[in-house]
Each structure stands twice: as C-alpha cells, then as structure tokens.
C-alpha cells in the first residue's frame, strides 16, 4: 500500500477488506463525485495516452490525445450522460464542453470539471455516485445495449473489476472515486495473490 501510494500521489488511495478474506487495494486519479453541503463536483476521465521520460515525446502524447476525434467523442459520451442524470437534481450545473489534460506518473487523461448545487437537501454523496454509476466508459453505450452485448459475448463473471470506493457521513457529505482495473490481494494460508481486472466497456 506505502508502494501505491508514494507512486500516485494524487490519486484517491483504498484498500476495502473483503468478507471472503481478501482486500480491493488501489489507486484512483478519477473523482466520482464529492459533496459538501448543497455543492457538489466531479471530474470524470475517458481517454488516455501514455507519459514518456522525454518531455518532447511527453507533451506530443498530451497534445495527441487532446486533439483525438475518437478519445474526445468518447470523453464527450461519459459527460453527456453524467449531465442528464445531474441536471433534473441540480439548481446550478456547471459542465465545460471542452475537456483538459490531467496527467499521473504513467498516463495523460482527458478530464471535464463538473461542479453544481443539489436541487434537494436530501440528496447524499453516495445516492448521487450511485446514480452515476457506471459510466459509459465503464458499462458501454448506450447502455441497456452494451449490457445485453456484455452478457452475451463475454464467458466470464466480471466479479470486482470497477466500482465506485469512498464515504458518506450523516449530513450526505463525502467523496466518491470510480475505479477501474481494480487492484485485487488475497492472503490464503499466509500467501499473498495479487493481480488485475481489466475494464471491456462496448461502445455501440
């Protein structure tokens, strides 16, 4: 974990124990969603590219994904849905139709800054996460389609390969990251199993 987190210091750091024994532990640059009082904001990613030690190299691949028809068209399908399910519970909605760049140790993103007041005071951290949750650039889209296709063309369980990990507190206060490609361990018998689970969104 000290491992993970000195490499992504940015990130939105777990480890979630699990009831069969083993643990989710990763790291997350994305921000499903965060509240405090009415306010709330969220700064979804689609699209990614490689970082390079060269900074020409580097700021190419940046400046590549920026200007990629098809990582802008899929950013814009994640922003769009995450618009329509936030604006009927939204006084103020704020959704920037240009993305920027968000960058880690290894990778560029293309990010969008979502911030909005809750129309209703009822409203929590988790409900709203839950409703965003996932993404089209996690389940596919549209998304009723990419699910029938899911279930049809893959042979295996997707079991907990994304998800959403954060916190809520009585007042409907907290933070949600989204997590794809989710870090897994067990610990059997003293043993340590550690791998990956990738994401496989269809966009149809």
Known sequence: MQRIVAQNPNSYHFHLPLPDGGALVGASPELMIRKQG?????????????RHRDP???????????????DRHEHKLV??????????????LSVPETPSLL???????LATQIQGDVLDDRENALSLACLLHPTPALSGFPHQRAQALIQRLEPFER???????GWCDDQGNGEWGRHHSLRYGEWPAGAAVCGRRHRSGLTT
């Open 56 to 70: 020409q190299r580097d700021q190419a691949s940046g400046d590549s994904l920026m200007h990629s028809a098809k």
């Open 79 to 92: 922003t769009d849905a995450m618009r329509a399910t936030l604006q009927p519970r939204s006084r103020l």
């Open 38 to 50: 009415r306010q709330f904001s969220s700064c979804p990613l689609a699209g990614s590219a490689p």
């Open 103 to 109: 960058t880690t140790a290894t990778l560029w993103h």
């Open 159 to 165: 079991q907990l390969f994304g998800g959403i990990v």
